[in-house]
């Protein structure tokens, strides 16, 4: 008997439960023929017995055919063929459309701010869609970007934000700026001055030639590509260096983003005392060596463009002339490239000469005043070397 009330008692709440889902499910059946969507709304109201609320923009003419559908659905099809928007609000609907100048614009609407990752705001509202302008605020120096929208548009604005605000890619720049004599050059059969203009298949080069002006004319540098391994170039050029064939300036690894600008430098910095006027004088830095301002931008997985910016410069003499100052001779170019992933990039044109003097002498003999020149000699050694440059962009 117990287990009977108990049978009865389920039966009765699971009937109940049913007949309040389905009176919340409010649906709607009825069809509209060329019929003013405030009648239609009103019929909506008399089927389902919820209040629904429209501004004095709901205006217009729809044709529907609902069978059985959900009252949301119906005012969402309304809704579209209208342009307007709802909103819930406790147990009535509220129907307009959303226009910030409106006053029933708050009662339409939500909002909803997004902190931005990896982008600025500036790109963010650059790259959204214009259906979002009018409802946006961003704030430069947080990086935030609100919305007051519908709340259909709220979510896709965040659906959106969240695709275009990923982080870029980054590229490892790996440099070594190094000055080759031309005899190890010779010896080893490499020649960087041979670009041609289709490159040297037989060599497996891919090279252009350009030409820079400066004060003191025109220079010829040239810019080659080739697929090297870095590892055992560097081991090389380290190897021609304990031969003194070979001097590795510098060596960097830098990791830029995607489309971001590396400056890389090496040299040395003379500094110079400018007179004023009076007592007063500045003291001046000048830089020689060489730069390279480096801008990758990845275009597919394996290939990418370098925009290239090298500057070459050397001090034509050390010595500070008042009349003529100190003469600093500069060679800048420009250019873009094609690259493949790890290609190597190879700069060279610039022919040094370095002197040096070897003295050598008797022991003893060649200290001693006034008879040490007949002990010791003195030889001028002149030898020309090749600033090289080579670059590799890798994708990491």
């Known amino acids: 008997m117990k287990n009977s009330k108990l049978i009865y008692l389920a039966l009765v709440f699971v009937l109940a439960f049913g007949c309040t889902v389905q009176a919340e499910e409010h649906l709607v059946s009825t069809v509209f023929f060329e019929t003013d969507v405030r009648d239609a709304i009103n019929e ?9 609320i429209m501004d004095e923009t709901v205006r217009g003419i729809i044709t529907l055919d609902l069978d059985d559908i959900p009252l949301e659905k119906a005012l969402t099809m309304i809704s579209l063929a209208g342009g307007f928007s ?3 609000i406790d147990d009535f609907y509220f ?24 982008i600025s705001q500036e790109e963010a509202r650059a790259l959204l869609p214009p259906v979002y302008d009018n409802y946006l605020r961003s704030s430069a120096e947080r990086d935030i970007i ?45 020649n960087l001055l041979d670009f041609s203009q289709q490159g040297g298949s037989e060599a497996g080069w891919q090279g252009i030639r350009f030409s820079s002006e400066s004060s003191q004319g025109f220079d010829t540098l040239n810019l080659g590509m ?8 560097l081991t090389q050029l380290r190897l021609l260096e304990s031969e003194h064939k070979a001097e590795i300036k510098a060596n960097p690894r830098v990791l830029v983003n995607d489309r971001g600008t590396v400056n890389l430098f090496s040299g040395q910095t003379q500094h110079l005392i400018l007179s004023g ?31 290239i910016a090298p500057e070459v410069s050397h001090f034509v003499s050390d010595k500070y002339n008042s009349r003529t100052g100190l ?50 000699s003195s030889t001028e050694k002149t030898e020309d070397r090749e600033l090289i440059v080579f670059l590799v962009a890798e994708i990491q």
Request: charged letters at 20%; proline letters at 3%; a neutral charge.
């Open 86 to 88: 709802y909103k819930k």
């Open 277 to 307: 006027t009076g007592a007063s004088s500045t003291l001046e830095a000048v830089n020689v060596g060489i730069s390279l301002r480096v801008t990758p931008r990845i275009l597919t997985g394996e290939e990418l463009e370098i925009v």
């Open 44 to 52: 909506l109201v008399f089927q389902t017995g919820v209040n629904i």
């Open 327 to 376: 003469i600093v001779r500069r060679n800048e170019v420009s250019t873009s490239v094609y690259v493949q992933n790890g290609q190597t990039l190879i700069i060279a044109g610039l022919t040094l000469d370095q002197h040096a003097d070897v003295r050598s002498h008797v022991p003893v003999l060649g200290k001693i005043p006034v008879i040490r020149w007949l002990f010791s």
């Open 226 to 233: 080739k697929i090297l391994d870095y590892g055992n170039l």
């Open 146 to 190: 609100s919305i007051t929208a519908a709340k259909t548009l709220v979510e896709k604005f965040k659906t959106d934000v969240a695709a275009i605000d990923q982080p870029s890619r980054q590229v490892l720049i790996q440099a070594i700026v190094t000055e080759i004599s031309q005899d190890a050059l010779k010896e080893y059969g490499v």
């Open 95 to 118: 129907l307009g459309i959303v226009d910030p100048r409106s006053a029933s614009f708050q009662y339409l609407t939500e909002t909803e701010s997004v902190k931005l990752q990896y």
